[in-house]
C-alpha cells in the first residue's frame, strides 16, 4: 500500500467529500436493513425473461440520495439509475447507482454497493463507492488520490497477464445480443490467471483501485455503474478508458480499468477483429 498523502485538501473539497461519504453510508445501511429483512423484486424488462430487476431497495437508496442531493445543492443536476430526471444543463451533475449489484443482493448473495460520482464541466471530480456488507468506503478525488476507509490505495504493479486476475461482467440483454461480451470473455479467460465476473461492476472498479482485481472491463456499461469507480482506479494510479483506448465519458459504451502495466495487452485482446 502507497503511503498516506498528508492532506492538504481544500475545504470544499472535504465538504463535498464528506457529504459523499455520509451519504453512501446512509444509503448502504437502508439497503442492508432491506438485505437482512423483506423486499419486493420487479422485473424491469419483457425479454429474454426479465432478468434486469428493481427490488425495494434499490428505490428506497435512490429517493434517500436524490432526496439529500436536492436539499443541498437544489441548482445540480442528477443521473441516477431508476428515476427519468431532468438534465437542466448544470455544469455539475451527479451521477448515482443507488445499488450496484441488485441481482446478487435479491439472491441473498452480499456483494454489492452504493455508487456515487461527482462531475464538474463534465470531468469526474470526485467518486464514492461503498460496500455496506464489509463496510469498505472507497473514495477519491481529482489529483487526491484513493482511499479505502481512511487508508491510501493504490494498483497492482504485475505487468505480466498469466499473474492477473481481471473481473468483468455481462449486459442484461446478453440472450438477444451479439454485443454481450460472451466472445470477449472467451479471448481474455486463456491469457489470464484467473477471470472473475462479481456482479457489482461499482465494486470491481474499486476492487482495481485497491488491488485486488488488477484489471476489469466490460462492453454495455451505465454512466451510474462506472462513473465514480473509474476516478478510484485512476487516483489509484490505474487507467481507465474505453476499448479502443479513448478517454472515458458520461456515455461511454464500454470500460477497461487497470493497474496501468497491462492496459495496452488487455485492449489488444478486447480490440474487435473487424
Ligand atoms: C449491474 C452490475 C453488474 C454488471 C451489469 C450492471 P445493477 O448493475 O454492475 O456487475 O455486469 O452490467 O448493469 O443492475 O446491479 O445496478
Ligand atoms: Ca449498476
Ligand atoms: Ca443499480
Redesign the pocket.
Known amino acids: 500500500m502507497r503511503k498516506p498523502k498528508r492532506m492538504t485538501h481544500s475545504t470544499n473539497t472535504i465538504e463535498i467529500i464528506k457529504f459523499m461519504k455520509d451519504l453512501a453510508s446512509e444509503a448502504g445501511a437502508i439497503v442492508a436493513s432491506y438485505f437482512q429483512g423483506c423486499f419486493t423484486v420487479q422485473s424491469k424488462d419483457e425479454a429474454p425473461n426479465g432478468i434486469d430487476i428493481v427490488t425495494d431497495a434499490d428505490k428506497a437508496s435512490e429517493h434517500f440520495i436524490m432526496d439529500q442531493i436536492r436539499k443541498s445543492f437544489p441548482a445540480h443536476d442528477i443521473l441516477t439509475?431508476e428515476t427519468k430526471t431532468e438534465i437542466t444543463g448544470s455544469k455539475f451533475l451527479w451521477v448515482v447507482?443507488p445499488?450496484?449489484?441488485?441481482v446478487n443482493f435479491s439472491h441473498s448473495y452480499p456483494h454489492f454497493g452504493i455508487?456515487i460520482g461527482f462531475m464538474e464541466d463534465n470531468i469526474i471530480k470526485a467518486g464514492v463507492v461503498f460496500d455496506p456488507m464489509r463496510q469498505e468506503m472507497f473514495w477519491a478525488y481529482r489529483s487526491g488520490g484513493a482511499f479505502l476507509n481512511e487508508a491510501a490505495i493504490s494498483v497492482t504493479q504485475t505487468d505480466n497477464l498469466y499473474r492477473c486476475i481481471v473481473g468483468t461482467g455481462f449486459p442484461y440483454d446478453k440472450a438477444k445480443s451479439s454485443i454481450n461480451n460472451i466472445k470477449e470473455f472467451c479471448q481474455v479467460i486463456p491469457k489470464v490467471q484467473g477471470v472473475r465476473r462479481s456482479g457489482?461492476?461499482?465494486l470491481d472498479l474499486a476492487w482495481v483501485a485497491c488491488g485486488r482485481l488488477d484489471g476489469f472491463w466490460e462492453l454495455k456499461?451505465?454512466p451510474?455503474?462506472f462513473m465514480a469507480g473509474t476516478i478510484l482506479a485512476h487516483e489509484a494510479g490505474g487507467k481507465a478508458t474505453d476499448r479502443y483506448g479513448s478517454s472515458i465519458e458520461l456515455w461511454s459504451p464500454s470500460i477497461v480499468a487497470t493497474n496501468t502495466f497491462i492496459h495496452d495487452d488487455l485492449l489488444r485482446i478486447l480490440t474487435p477483429d473487424d
Open positions: 439509475e447507482d445499488l450496484d449489484g441488485t455508487s457489482s461492476a461499482a456499461l451505465k451510474w455503474d
